[in-house]
Structures are given as C-alpha cells and as structure tokens.
C-alpha cells in the first residue's frame, strides 16, 4: 500500500520468543489505567518461507502519542529517529533478528502508524534527510535495497484497535500474511497466496504483453519483486499508455450516458451523475448542482489515484474519485454504469485493465488484496480489524 495515496496507514504484525517481555526499566509492559487497548501488544512474527537465510525485521512509524518519528525496538520502546543530513545520512540500526525457517519469534508492538518491514539475506539500508526517514525505493535502480529480497505490512494500532494489512500497492514481493488473535482466541487472517501463488503470479504477468517489464530480478537472475504497475509508467517499463484504449471507450460511453456513482454503501441516497461535455467529466448532484469535475485521465493518475484522479480528504470529490479509481482499474466503467461495482466476478475483464492487480487478486487464497491504494472500495482490500486486539501476526510464506 502506497501511503501517500492511501485511505489510512494501516497495519503490520511481527513475533516473537516465549516469556513475558520487559520494558528498559525492568517492567513489565502493561496497559496504562484506562486505556481501552494495552500499551504495546505482542507481534507474533513466523518464519514459513523455506528459506536458510537469516531474516531481518524493523518497526518503523510514528508514535502516535507524541507523533514523533522512530522505530521500535524488540520489547516495544520507542526511539526517536536523530535529525538527518542533506545528503542523507545513515539512520540508526533498527533492525530485529528474526525467526529461523520453521521458527517464531514475538516482539512488543507499540501505538504506532506505520509498517513492519522484513528482509532475507541482507539488513535494509535506511538513511535520514532533514525531513525524516527515507523508505525503500527499488523503482530507482541505485537504491541500495535494489538486490535485496524484503517486504513490509502497514498498520495502526491505537487506543481504538489495530488494523493491519499486506499490501502490493507498490510492488508484489516475498510473500507474506497477516493476523489478528482476538479477545475469544481466534485469528482473523489476509494475505496467504494459493498454493503454487507466488510463482503464478510470475508466469501471469509475463504472459501478457508489456507488463512483464514490471519484474525485477538479482544479479543471479533470481526474481526479486514485480513493480506497481505506476512505478513501471514511471520509470518506462511499462507503456504510458496501458490504459488509453480503455479511458477512449469510457469518455466515448459517457458523452451520451451517465455514470453514477453511490460512493457511500450506508448512504444510498448519496448519488452523483457524471457526464462529459467539453471533455471533462462533469458530476452533478441530486440538484441538478455541478459538484466536481474531472480531466480525462491518463495510466499513471490510475494506477496511483492520484493526478487528474486526486482524492482529497472531503465528503464528494474524494469519495467520487475513489470510486472512478477502482473503475477504472478494475475494467468495470463499461460493464456497469452504476459505481462502484460490487461483483468481483466482473473486474479485470476487459482485455484493457490493472492486468498487475488482476493477477494479484487471482492468487490470493481469500481473493483480497492491496493491488492498489484503493482496492478498499467495495471491501476488498486484505485488511484485518479488531477493537481489542489480543496479537498481531505476521506469516512469512514460501517463495513458490
């Protein structure tokens, strides 16, 4: 999930060792008085991959109670990144062993928003601007995390619960999944692939004609990863004009029909008509009121929702965007002019379509992904919630 275009920062899990896990002062870590959610919960991380290499696991986010910016350490302490430099200077190790193959391992995750990321092989390498940490960028093949083998989830755990996620917003990679025990000690779980998913995926997107572009390997020729279909655009291994075909039969379909869009589920009576004129998009309210507009859209405004398919924080454009995002990526504008869509038997049919988040929706064993920062429309994000969360986990699965 791509946090910059995402609804919500949400969730990741990691574990550990048996025992009770003590604070830096010897305490152990307990709720404070009142809280509705302890103050750091355990983070099962597990170790199924198959893989002999060593794994390496880090908490990163921000604390929520003061919103400073840092990483946790094992036992759930936060620390506070130090200012960084222009060039970007080294950031702290933060890094937690991790499990054996075969292995678990538990750590304390505190209040934060933020993501858990893990790597086989190699510790990640995190520098710090003056504006704070700089993340994994593997689109730019000078980044020093290029040839490593890692992933990461996304989380918020806070006094209302943890939400937790795995996410392919922006790259499919080392596959994994995630959990929640609750209060009765059964585990809500996103995230595991079929049987045999992590290598169909490969063999999906290699057999459709320029997206195999997206698929990056090692040295050794190992495969590492497959871009986000946005980063491909963006550095060109994907055509800039993946999706034009599709937006020319949508702009065509719509200059004499109308689209309309229910964006809320709980509020049915909330509708906007949308309609070209003078090529842009016009949504008009119930009223008859022009309340937004859109340009046509071109590849990279939908793969990343963002651009000329921005959704700002609001009650009407956000909403409508979302939904013509998730449209327009799931190949349904055409199929249905009443959106969103809600049968997932229908998306990614089109010849035209997000062909990266098909192939990851059909290799997921619950079919829920993150394939893009709106795949929540309609519910079908891999997402897990509870309100009183007992633990966090975080599977680490094969590579096959």
């Known amino acids: 999930m791509r946090i910059k ?10 574990a550990t060792v048996a025992g009770v896990l003590i604070s830096s002062v010897g305490r152990p870590v307990e709720a404070a008085p009142g809280e509705a959610v302890p103050a750091t919960i355990p983070l099962k991380v597990t170790n199924n991959s198959g893989r002999a290499d060593p794994v390496y696991v880090y908490n990163l986010g ?40 075969g ?29 704070g940490l700089v993340q994994p960028a593997v689109q730019n093949p000078s980044d020093p995390n290029r040839n490593i083998l890692f992933n990461w989830s996304e989380y918020t755990l806070n006094d209302s619960g943890l939400w937790i996620n795995s996410t392919q917003v922006d790259m499919f990679s080392a596959p994994y999944a995630v959990g929640v025990q609750l209060p009765d000690g059964t585990t809500r779980t996103t995230g595991h692939l079929k049987p045999g998913g992590y290598n169909g995926f490969y063999t999906a997107l290699r057999g459709q004609p320029d997206w195999a572009g997206l698929i990056q390997t090692a040295p050794d020729g190992s495969v590492l990863r497959a871009l986000a279909p946005l980063y491909g655009v963006e550095t060109g291994a994907l055509p800039a004009s993946a999706m034009d075909d599709y937006v020319n039969r949508v702009w065509s379909k719509y200059s004499s029909q109308t689209l309309t869009v229910t964006p809320f589920a709980d509020q049915p009576n909330t509708r906007y008509f949308g309609r070209i004129a003078g ?33 700002p924080n609001d009650l009407v454009r956000g909403p409508i965007s979302r939904t013509l995002c998730a449209g327009y990526n799931r190949s349904t504008l ?4 009443n959106q969103p869509d809600p049968n997932s038997a229908g998306f990614y049919l089109d010849s035209v379509t997000n062909h990266y988040a098909r192939a990851v929706h059909a290799q997921m064993a619950d079919g829920k992904a993150y394939a893009f920062a709106f795949d929540d429309v309609g519910n079908h994000e891999s ?5 009183n969360p007992q633990q966090a986990n975080l599977s680490l699965d094969p590579l096959s």
Do not use: E
């Open 5 to 14: 275009h995402h609804l919500q920062v949400i969730v990741a899990a990691v």
């Open 62 to 101: 921000t604390n929520l109670a003061t919103g400073q910016q840092g990483w946790a350490d094992a036992a759930g302490n936060f620390h506070a990144w130090p200012a960084g430099g222009n060039p970007p200077t080294p950031a702290p190790d933060a890094s937690i062993p991790g499990p054996a193959n």
């Open 103 to 131: 292995q678990s391992v538990t750590l304390r995750m505190p209040k934060f928003s933020g993501r858990v990321y893990f790597s086989y092989g190699q510790k990640l390498v995190f520098k710090l601007t003056t504006g």
């Open 279 to 311: 090529n842009v998009m016009n949504f008009t309210d119930s009223s008859g009121a022009t309340v937004t507009s859109f340009q046509k859209p071109d590849s990279a405004s939908i793969f990343g929702c963002f651009k000329l398919l921005d959704a």
């Open 334 to 337: 055409l199929a249905n002019p």
């Open 383 to 387: 997402l897990v919630h509870d309100s």
